[in-house]
């Protein structure tokens, strides 16, 4: 016996020596390759075998593997990678996030977090580190692309420009911006953007939150994902969770980010330069002139005609021929011309007059682009957060310094995050968000057509030959008669003085967060109490000097100055639960109260005449200036509830219902109840369908109602400050709008169904939805009597349908852990925007206007926002009608539709490769259709700027209309009577006599009628965008560790907004059609001198300690 135990146990002994021999340790570190962080936890297992174990909390492992071994490491919520140790001591690895798996939890209504199979209602939602690889300034823009259904539209390319954002379309006459909700808790958005006429875009307040400090952003789009917040969600809900620490995967870590990234303005009106300033230069009329005066060139110079008839500079205010003028319709250019200019050499006459020499009259073509500089932002981030078992902490410190495109205007925002959490008993736990941000600006650019918006001038109406350098290098000097330097003392200033004198600045603090307790009461019923609160304060400053053209200035300069203060509290109270009731049902819900007041303050002061030119002080105001104040307040009470009722874990319903009491409606109609109810169903878990193919089928349907009411003080008649005086009594004056009768909240009833699927082992999925909203009861403001004593007043009216459908669809096109991987994300949505009713006989409600009568208009019975306009006669094939004799163009008599602000589809296209420790990201952004008024193309035509008032020879052998001038359309001469007089139908418009017309006329007059017909500037909105591009690699861990503290490091290159790729036919002025004025429905459809779009070029640094 004791001899076979001695066999048995040399024979184990050979068989450990030889198991020795061929294996080896392993050892290595697993890190998260989003930020280097080391991940405690993960699973190493020897494939083959059952040999396996976890990381420390250092995410150090060590393990024996076999020569030939293989490595499989896997972690919850990262994608599994397996690794050949090929004989290797030391293996370290980087796993990826499974995006897959990490959005099968989404956070939802009051911050609270769900299985996204739980849901019966469309969510979608980005990422913070997918914002934060491209940034912009304004994360409203950070969006644009992303989301099906959601559509951005930009201010323009000034710096900290506003932007608006709709989800699903317009579904009202009034606002129709969503809610933002900033880790459980409402915010502001507030915007004071320019106008088409004039003003400043301030920008909107959702710009104040940096993209760095954000974990997540989930848009929710129905009416059922958005009733818990009640009416100020009636548009949809953009939730913004930020990053608290709690996701890291060790307990202490600093991470510390800085990038620089310099912008170009890449998107320039088309102008021509073939003809400068000045009128009637066209080689056309010159020849006509020859011709009716029976002269030769010989006899009669087109160098002496340039001179005498079309351009001669004096004092810029007409005392030359036409130097007062502004437009391009002036001799022709670089052929050898000389002719007196601003900024030609002078001499003074006997009277001390100066004497202007001629000098070449050559084209600039850059004049406008040479204006522009190189932008600059510099961002830097810091951030330090850590936890232990029972806390977590984290504070965020970023830095945004930015010089606009145009000269001397600039951004800066300084901002500070903090969020904890303490759990303080078994039972009992707290969290708070704190945020402050100071924004602010020394000067911002001006905008819409005002003489302060630098665009309006040299980008609109603007001489040809101006030499932009020398405009540059006398801004600050006088002319021989004591204007300012400049090529034109009519209508604008010098750029220059501009932008350096007439000064626009803001400055905004801000404090923003929420206070939380959460008791647990029982196991799956906890009680929880917060606080929110938004409040920002925000002082103007608007300055026009002495000199200032084309501004009411009449002595000493001008200045205005304002404050506004925002504050918006709440206060919610609401008890959670959620309890299994057996194996096959589970409910949640929660039961509920909130406390919303909003209170708004504005006062400001404008000065008209100052007794010391230029000293913007209120001591320094010469008479009385003009004061104004105004304040409101705004309180809704609310109730709510939801429940959810899950059935082996496929069938799940969900219900909710609130009650708001609001102060702005008449008192009877305060309250008002709004319900929804959603059904899910997985039925590839009900019936056991799940295979290697299908991984995951679901249909969901929800339906809901959402109120709205009005703005504060609607309700009753209000008083209100004149603008000036009597015997030094301030007067007041009653408002004109009549108190409406039986007001109640607007109503808006949604549905939505969709359909959910899941292939390859979830590599490849789509989220189809279908939804319908119909807004009933809408608050319209409408005209009354005059004998009334009042001029309008508020009634409910009108129903607007919104209906579409949005595909989001998902690929893992290759999926190699450690190699090369390619995820495609696309987005599309088709929404239809139909006004059904309006008030009575009420054919049209006018949402805004424009110039010349242009109007964008609601109509019943068409899509919402119809384009109203003079626009070409036609007759009934559809070509333009032209007046016998004249040739030209014969207009509408009344506004006729033509065109519609709506666009067909919206999408985007997002596509992500990875190889090894390089990733590359690339964003095409798409719209298709919607149109707009750009009066960049408009006076572009009247002034001779643009491009294509030189196209196909028009100034050289004038224009004949439907030949070389809209031949896509035809044009025929009107039909006349036996007097000659054209003939029209019993609507006034003009009937066409079916003969071609062959008459040509001048390029001058064709585009001067511009004037009186906004239709030839409609333009086709459509655009494809390369949004952005991030190329970035992470240094390799065996780098990274020679490093000491530094835990993780990458690079990036980014750049954004880096072409537009394609445009409609009909934007040959070459705006960019991506624009618009602030948030409002009025600044929709309509462009006007926007500043040229940027494109930003940059890069990153991250560092994690």
Same mark, same amino acid.
Not at 553 to 561: D, E, L, S
Not at 719 to 727: I, V
């Given at each position: 016996?004791?001899?076979?135990?001695?066999?048995?146990?040399?024979?184990?002994?050979?068989?450990?020596?030889?198991?020795?021999?061929?294996?080896?340790?392993?050892?290595?570190?697993?890190?998260?390759? %989003?930020?280097?962080?080391?991940?405690?936890?993960? /699973?190493?297992?020897?494939?083959?075998?059952?040999?396996?174990?976890?990381?420390?909390?250092?995410?150090?492992?060590? #393990?024996?593997?076999?020569?030939?071994?293989?490595?499989?490491?896997?972690?919850?919520?990262?994608?599994?990678?397996?690794?050949?140790?090929?004989?290797?001591?030391?293996?370290?690895?980087?796993? !990826?996030?499974?995006?897959?798996?990490?959005?099968?939890?989404?956070?939802?209504?009051?911050?609270?977090?769900?299985?996204?199979?739980?849901?019966?209602?469309?969510?979608?939602?980005?990422?913070?580190?997918?914002?934060?690889?491209?940034?912009?300034?304004?994360?409203?823009?950070?969006?644009?692309?992303?989301?099906?259904?959601?559509?951005?539209?930009?201010?323009?390319?000034?710096?900290?420009?506003?932007?608006?954002?709709?989800?699903?379309?317009?579904?009202?006459?009034?606002?129709?911006?969503?809610?933002?909700?900033?880790?459980?808790?409402?915010?502001?958005?507030?915007?004071?953007?320019?106008?088409?006429?004039?003003?400043? &875009?301030?920008?909107?307040?959702?710009?104040?939150?940096?993209?760095?400090?954000?974990?997540?952003?989930?848009?929710?789009?129905?009416?059922?994902?958005?009733?818990?917040?009640?009416?100020?969600?009636?548009?949809?809900?953009?939730?913004?969770?930020?990053?608290?620490?709690?996701?890291?995967?060790?307990?202490?870590?600093?991470?510390?980010?800085?990038?620089?990234?310099?912008?170009?303005?890449?998107?320039?009106?088309?102008?021509?330069?073939?003809?400068?300033?000045?009128?009637?230069?066209?080689?056309?009329?010159?020849?006509?002139?020859?011709?009716?005066?029976?002269?030769?060139?010989?006899?009669?110079?087109?160098?002496?005609?340039?001179?005498?008839?079309?351009?001669?500079?004096?004092?810029?205010?007409?005392? +030359?021929?036409?130097?007062?003028?502004?437009?391009?319709?002036?001799?022709?250019?670089?052929?050898?011309?000389?002719?007196?200019?601003?900024?030609?050499?002078?001499?003074?006459?006997?009277?001390?007059?100066?004497?202007?020499?001629?000098?070449?009259?050559?084209?600039?073509?850059?004049?406008?682009?040479?204006?522009?500089?190189?932008?600059?932002?510099? @961002?830097?981030?810091?951030?330090?957060?850590?936890? !232990?078992?029972?806390?977590?902490?984290?504070?965020?410190?970023?830095?945004?310094?930015?010089?606009?495109?145009?000269?001397?205007?600039?951004?800066?925002?300084?901002?500070?995050?903090?969020?904890?959490?303490?759990?303080?008993?078994?039972?009992?736990?707290?969290?708070?968000?704190?945020?402050?941000?100071?924004?602010?600006?020394?000067?911002?650019?001006?905008? +819409?057509?005002?003489?302060?918006?630098?665009?309006?001038?040299?980008?609109?109406?603007?001489?040809?030959?101006?030499?932009?350098?020398?405009?540059?290098?006398?801004?600050?000097?006088? &002319?021989?008669?004591?204007?300012?330097?400049?090529?034109?003392?009519?209508?604008?200033?010098?750029?220059?003085?501009?932008?350096?004198?007439?000064?626009?600045?803001?400055?905004?603090?801000?404090?923003?967060?929420?206070?939380?307790?959460?008791?647990?009461?029982?196991?799956?019923?906890?009680?929880?109490?917060?606080?929110?609160?938004?409040?920002?304060?925000?002082?103007?400053?608007?300055?026009?000097?002495?000199? !200032?053209?084309?501004?009411?200035?009449?002595?000493?300069?001008?200045?205005?100055?304002?404050?506004?203060?925002?504050?918006?509290?709440?206060?919610?109270?609401?008890?959670?639960?959620?309890?299994?009731?057996?194996?096959?049902?589970?409910?949640?819900?929660?039961?509920?109260?909130?406390?919303?007041?909003?209170?708004?303050?504005?006062?400001?002061?404008?000065?008209?005449?100052?007794?010391?030119?230029?000293?913007?002080?209120?001591? $320094?105001?010469?008479?009385?200036?003009?004061?104004?104040?105004?304040?409101?307040?705004?309180?809704?009470?609310?109730?709510?509830?939801?429940?959810?009722?899950?059935?082996?874990?496929?069938?799940?319903?969900?219900?909710?219902?609130?009650?708001?009491?609001?102060?702005?409606?008449?008192?009877?109609?305060?309250?008002?109840?709004?319900?929804?109810?959603?059904?899910?169903?997985?039925?590839?878990?009900?019936?056991?369908?799940?295979?290697?193919?299908?991984?995951?089928?679901?249909?969901?349907?929800?339906?809901?109602?959402?109120?709205?009411?009005?703005?504060?003080?609607?309700?009753?008649?209000?008083?209100?400050?004149?603008?000036?005086?009597?015997?030094?009594?301030?007067?007041?004056?009653?408002?004109?709008?009549?108190?409406?009768?039986?007001?109640?909240?607007?109503?808006?009833?949604?549905?939505?169904?969709?359909?959910?699927?899941?292939?390859?082992?979830?590599?490849?999925?789509?989220?189809?939805?279908?939804?319908?909203?119909?807004?009933?009861?809408?608050?319209?403001?409408?005209?009354?009597?005059?004998?009334?004593?009042?001029?309008?007043?508020?009634?409910?009216?009108?129903? #607007?349908?919104?209906?579409?459908?949005?595909?989001?669809?998902?690929?893992?096109?290759?999926?190699?852990?450690?190699?090369?991987?390619?995820?495609?994300?696309?987005?599309?949505?088709? #929404?239809?925007?139909?006004?059904?009713?309006?008030?009575?006989?009420?054919?049209?409600?006018?949402?805004?206007?424009?110039?010349?009568?242009?109007?964008?208009?609601?109509?019943?019975?068409?899509?919402?926002?119809?384009?109203?306009?003079?626009?070409?006669?036609?007759?009934?094939?559809?070509?333009?009608?032209?007046?016998?004799?004249?040739?030209?163009?014969?207009?509408?008599?009344?506004?006729?539709?033509?065109?519609? /602000?709506?666009?067909?589809?919206?999408?985007?296209?997002? $596509?992500?490769?990875?190889?090894?420790?390089?990733?590359?990201?690339?964003?095409?952004?798409?719209?298709?259709?919607?149109?707009?008024?750009?009066?960049?193309?408009?006076?572009?035509?009247?002034?001779?700027?643009?491009?294509?008032?030189?196209?196909?020879?028009?100034?050289?052998?004038?224009?004949?209309?439907?030949?070389?001038?809209?031949?896509?359309?035809? %044009?025929?001469?009107?039909?006349?009577?036996?007097?000659?007089?054209?003939?029209? @139908?019993?609507?006034?418009?003009?009937?066409?006599?079916?003969?071609?017309?062959?008459?040509?006329?001048?390029?001058?007059?064709?585009?001067?009628?511009?004037?009186?017909?906004?239709?030839?500037?409609?333009?086709?909105?459509?655009?494809?965008?390369?949004?952005?591009?991030?190329?970035?690699?992470?240094?390799?861990?065996?780098?990274?560790?020679?490093?000491?503290?530094?835990?993780?490091?990458?690079?990036?290159?980014?750049?954004?907004?880096?072409?537009?790729?394609?445009?409609?036919?009909? $934007?040959?002025?070459?705006?960019?059609?991506?624009?618009?004025?602030?948030?409002?429905?009025?600044?929709?459809?309509?462009?006007?001198?926007?500043?040229?779009?940027?494109?930003?070029?940059?890069?990153?640094?991250?560092?994690?300690?």
């Amino acid at each position: 016996m004791k001899k076979s135990y001695l066999i048995y146990f040399v024979f184990l002994s050979m068989l450990v020596h030889l198991a020795s021999a061929q294996e080896h340790r392993v050892t290595g570190t697993v890190t998260d390759a %989003a930020d280097g962080s080391t991940l405690p936890g993960v /699973t190493v297992l020897v494939r083959g075998t059952g040999a396996g174990t976890i990381t420390d909390n250092a995410g150090r492992y060590e #393990i024996a593997v076999p020569e030939d071994g293989v490595l499989v490491f896997s972690f919850i919520g990262m994608m599994s990678q397996t690794v050949n140790v090929g004989g290797r001591s030391v293996v370290n690895v980087a796993l !990826s996030a499974d995006v897959a798996t990490l959005q099968e939890i989404v956070v939802t209504a009051l911050g609270i977090s769900r299985e996204r199979k739980a849901l019966s209602y469309s969510v979608q939602g980005v990422g913070g580190d997918e914002l934060s690889e491209a940034k912009d300034i304004n994360l409203v823009n950070s969006l644009s692309g992303r989301i099906a259904g959601v559509q951005v539209t930009s201010g323009g390319g000034g710096i900290g420009a506003s932007s608006r954002i709709t989800i699903r379309g317009n579904s009202s006459f009034g606002n129709n911006q969503p809610l933002f909700v900033v880790d459980g808790t409402p915010i502001s958005n507030f915007a004071t953007a320019v106008s088409q006429y004039g003003g400043a &875009d301030y920008g909107n307040a959702i710009m104040d939150i940096d993209a760095a400090n954000i974990e997540s952003v989930t848009v929710l789009k129905g009416g059922m994902a958005a009733a818990l917040y009640g009416q100020n969600a009636a548009n949809g809900v953009i939730l913004i969770t930020t990053k608290d620490g709690s996701g890291k995967r060790k307990n202490f870590g600093v991470n510390i980010s800085s990038a620089v990234t310099f912008e170009t303005p890449y998107i320039f009106p088309a102008y021509q330069n073939k003809y400068g300033q000045g009128l009637n230069g066209e080689m056309f009329l010159y020849n006509k002139y020859l011709a009716d005066n029976n002269l030769t060139e010989a006899e009669y110079s087109y160098q002496d005609y340039a001179y005498e008839r079309t351009f001669r500079y004096y004092n810029g205010r007409g005392g +030359g021929l036409f130097d007062g003028r502004d437009e391009s319709w002036g001799a022709k250019l670089d052929i050898g011309l000389m002719l007196p200019q601003f900024n030609s050499p002078y001499t003074l006459d006997e009277n001390g007059l100066p004497v202007y020499q001629n000098t070449p009259w050559i084209s600039q073509p850059n004049n406008t682009r040479d204006f522009f500089e190189t932008g600059l932002t510099m @961002d830097n981030f810091f951030e330090i957060y850590g936890s !232990s078992d029972n806390s977590v902490a984290r504070l965020g410190v970023s830095s945004m310094q930015s010089q606009g495109t145009i000269p001397n205007t600039d951004l800066t925002r300084y901002s500070v995050n903090f969020s904890g959490e303490l759990k303080i008993s078994e039972r009992f736990s707290g969290k708070a968000t704190v945020n402050y941000v100071k924004n602010f600006s020394d000067n911002l650019p001006g905008g +819409g057509y005002e003489s302060d918006n630098v665009m309006q001038s040299i980008g609109g109406w603007f001489g040809r030959q101006v030499d932009m350098e020398a405009l540059k290098e006398n801004w600050q000097t006088k &002319d021989p008669f004591g204007y300012w330097y400049n090529w034109n003392q009519t209508y604008f200033s010098n750029p220059y003085f501009i932008v350096n004198r007439m000064l626009k600045s803001r400055d905004r603090n801000r404090v923003f967060g929420n206070f939380s307790l959460n008791y647990k009461l029982a196991e799956g019923l906890a009680l929880t109490g917060r606080i929110g609160n938004d409040y920002f304060g925000e002082n103007r400053k608007e300055v026009w000097p002495d000199g !200032s053209i084309g501004i009411d200035v009449t002595q000493g300069g001008r200045f205005n100055i304002n404050e506004r203060v925002n504050n918006e509290f709440n206060a919610d109270l609401f008890l959670n639960f959620d309890q299994p009731i057996n194996d096959d049902f589970r409910v949640d819900g929660l039961l509920g109260g909130n406390y919303y007041q909003r209170s708004y303050r504005f006062q400001g002061m404008a000065a008209a005449e100052l007794t010391v030119p230029d000293l913007f002080t209120i001591g $320094n105001v010469s008479g009385n200036p003009t004061t104004s104040m105004f304040n409101s307040k705004v309180v809704t009470n609310s109730v709510f509830g939801s429940l959810n009722v899950g059935f082996r874990n496929y069938l799940f319903l969900n219900a909710t219902g609130r009650n708001d009491w609001s102060s702005t409606l008449p008192e009877g109609a305060w309250s008002y109840f709004y319900p929804s109810v959603g059904l899910g169903f997985v039925f590839t878990e009900a019936f056991g369908l799940e295979n290697n193919i299908l991984s995951f089928g679901k249909v969901r349907a929800s339906w809901a109602e959402i109120g709205k009411a009005t703005d504060p003080y609607n309700t009753r008649g209000t008083y209100a400050p004149a603008a000036a005086t009597f015997k030094g009594v301030t007067q007041f004056f009653i408002s004109r709008q009549l108190p409406p009768v039986g007001l109640k909240n607007e109503n808006t009833t949604s549905y939505e169904v969709g359909l959910e699927m899941a292939f390859l082992m979830n590599r490849l999925n789509f989220d189809i939805t279908y939804f319908n909203n119909l807004s009933r009861d809408q608050i319209l403001g409408v005209n009354i009597s005059p004998a009334s004593g009042y001029s309008s007043m508020l009634i409910n009216a009108g129903e #607007i349908e919104t209906k579409g459908i949005e595909l989001l669809l998902n690929a893992g096109i290759a999926r190699n852990p450690g190699g090369f991987n390619w995820d495609v994300t696309v987005n599309w949505a088709k #929404i239809e925007n139909m006004v059904n009713e309006l008030y009575g006989d009420l054919e049209a409600y006018q949402i805004a206007s424009s110039w010349g009568g242009l109007t964008i208009e609601a109509r019943p019975g068409k899509p919402y926002g119809t384009i109203m306009a003079l626009g070409f006669a036609r007759d009934q094939q559809g070509r333009v009608i032209v007046h016998p004799t004249t040739g030209r163009v014969l207009k509408t008599p009344v506004p006729v539709e033509v065109g519609n /602000t709506t666009p067909d589809w919206l999408g985007g296209i997002r $596509n992500s490769f990875s190889y090894r420790n390089l990733s590359v990201s690339a964003l095409l952004d798409m719209r298709m259709g919607g149109d707009l008024f750009s009066v960049t193309h408009w006076f572009g035509g009247y002034a001779g700027v643009a491009q294509f008032t030189v196209e196909n020879g028009v100034r050289e052998d004038g224009v004949i209309v439907g030949d070389n001038i809209l031949s896509d359309w035809g %044009a025929v001469l009107a039909a006349v009577d036996g007097d000659g007089n054209i003939l029209r @139908d019993e609507d006034g418009f003009p009937i066409g006599s079916g003969t071609v017309n062959n008459i040509p006329i001048s390029a001058q007059t064709y585009f001067m009628d511009f004037w009186g017909n906004q239709e030839a500037s409609i333009i086709d909105g459509s655009f494809i965008k390369l949004r952005e591009i991030s190329i970035g690699y992470s240094i390799p861990m065996s780098i990274v560790n020679r490093m000491g503290f530094i835990t993780g490091a990458d690079v990036s290159l980014v750049g954004r907004n880096l072409a537009l790729l394609y445009k409609h036919k009909s $934007n040959n002025i070459n705006i960019d059609p991506e624009t618009g004025f602030g948030t409002s429905n009025a600044g929709v459809g309509l462009e006007q001198y926007q500043i040229p779009s940027s494109r930003s070029i940059g890069f990153r640094v991250n560092l994690n300690f």
